[in-house]
C-alpha cells in the first residue's frame, strides 16, 4: 500500500506576543461588560467600566477591532466583534463538531474517491490542525493523522482558512520570515500568495497543486458558523494525477459538503474576515470505510 502526505513532524508553533496582566484584565472587562450592553458601549463607558484612563484603552480598543474581537455600529459605539461570537460558539459546540461532520466527510470521500480531511484553526499558533478524516479505500491515497499540523501557506485547508483571517493577522502571518518551500512548487512570495487568497475568498474554493507533497492535490471550501465566520474546513485529496482527471466534479463535491456542513452547524456565509480556532480533538481509529 502507498501512501502519500504522511508527516510526523508538529510544525507551526508560533507563540503569541505576551501582555501585561493589567492589559489581559481590561480586555476580559470589556468583552464581559459588552457581552452584558448588547447595544454596545462608548469609549467613555468602557473607560468607567474598567477604571482605566480612555488614553489607555484606545490602543486596546483599536488591536481588538483590527483581530475582530470587537466592532463598531454606525454610531461609534463598541460592540462584540465576529470573532469573539464565533469562539463563543465553537466552545459550546466544538466538541460536537467532529460528530456532525463525520457522515459528510463520508460521503465526501465515497463520492470523489480521495481521502477527506476535517480541519480548523489550531488555537495556539498559525497552523491548521486536522480534526478528522476519512481516508479513500484505493491503495494509492493521501494519508494524514487527526491532530497533525500542516502550514497555512502551502496547503488547500491552511488558504482557506489563512484567506479569511483579519487582515492584520494575514499580514503577519505572511511576514513571518521565511516561509517554508516544501517542493518546488511551494509559492513563498506574499504578494502571490495575497493574490492567491483574494482568489479564493473570492471563488469559495482553495486548490493545493503539490505545493506541500509532491504529487499530491487538494481542494479545500470553508464551514461558515453563525455570524458568518469560517470555523473549520472540509478538504479532499490524493494523487495529482487523479484529481487532476476529475478536477471538475471534485470541486462541486468540495462545495456541497462544505455547504451542507454549514447548513448543520447553523452557520451562513459572510464577509466576515475572521477564522474561529480549534484545539486538536483525540484521534480517530479512521472510523468505517466509505460505503
Same mark, same amino acid.
Given at each position: ?24 484584565? #481590561?480586555?476580559? $472587562? @470589556? ?21 482605566? *484612563? ?20 454606525? +454610531?461609534?459605539?463598541? /460592540?462584540? &466583534?465576529? #470573532? @469573539?461570537?464565533?469562539? +463563543? ?10 460528530? @456532525?461532520?463525520?457522515?459528510? /466527510? ?31 479505500? =484505493? ?9 497533525? #499540523? ?15 483571517? *483579519?487582515? $492584520? ?8 520570515? *521565511? ?5 518546488? +512548487? ?11 487568497? #483574494? ?5 469559495? @474554493?482553495?486548490? =493545493?497543486? &503539490? ?32 484529481? %487532476?482527471?476529475?478536477?471538475?466534479? =471534485? ?33 480517530? %481509529?479512521?472510523?468505517?470505510? *466509505?460505503?
Amino acid at each position: 500500500m502507498r501512501t502519500l502526505g504522511r508527516d510526523r513532524s508538529e510544525g507551526g508553533g508560533a507563540s503569541a506576543g505576551g501582555a501585561g496582566p493589567q492589559s489581559v484584565g #481590561r480586555v476580559v $472587562a @470589556i468583552l464581559e461588560f459588552l457581552v452584558a450592553h448588547p447595544q454596545g458601549a462608548t469609549l467613555s463607558e468602557l473607560s468607567a467600566h474598567t477604571a482605566a *484612563p480612555k488614553s489607555s484603552l484606545v490602543g486596546l480598543c483599536s488591536a481588538l477591532l483590527a483581530e475582530s474581537c470587537l466592532r463598531r455600529d454606525p +454610531a461609534g459605539r463598541y /460592540l462584540v &466583534g465576529p #470573532r @469573539i461570537h464565533a469562539l +463563543a460558539m465553537r466552545a459550546v459546540a466544538g466538541r460536537e463538531l467532529t460528530e @456532525i461532520a463525520r457522515p459528510y /466527510l463520508e460521503e465526501l470521500s465515497r463520492v470523489s474517491g480521495e481521502t477527506a480531511v476535517l480541519g480548523a484553526m489550531a488555537a495556539d499558533a498559525d497552523a491548521v490542525v486536522y480534526l478528522d478524516k476519512c481516508e479513500a479505500t =484505493n491503495p494509492i491515497r493521501y494519508a494524514v493523522s487527526v491532530g497533525e #499540523r500542516r502550514d497555512l501557506h502551502c496547503t488547500a485547508l491552511g488558504k482557506v482558512l489563512l484567506a479569511h483571517l *483579519p487582515e $492584520a493577522r494575514q499580514r503577519a502571518v505572511l511576514s513571518a520570515a *521565511p516561509l517554508a518551500r516544501h517542493t518546488p +512548487a511551494t509559492v513563498t512570495d506574499p504578494a502571490r500568495l495575497r493574490a492567491m487568497l #483574494r482568489r479564493v475568498r473570492s471563488e469559495g @474554493i482553495a486548490r =493545493n497543486h &503539490g505545493e506541500r507533497v509532491a504529487d499530491a492535490d487538494g481542494l479545500a471550501a470553508p464551514i461558515y458558523g453563525a455570524e458568518g465566520a469560517v470555523v473549520a474546513g472540509v478538504l479532499i485529496a490524493g494523487p495529482s494525477r487523479r484529481m %487532476s482527471a476529475r478536477s471538475e466534479a =471534485n470541486e462541486k463535491h468540495v462545495r456541497r459538503i462544505a455547504s451542507a456542513l454549514t447548513l448543520a452547524l447553523g452557520g451562513r456565509p459572510g464577509a466576515v474576515r475572521a477564522t474561529a480556532a480549534l484545539p486538536a480533538k483525540r484521534a480517530r %481509529s479512521g472510523g468505517k470505510s *466509505p460505503p
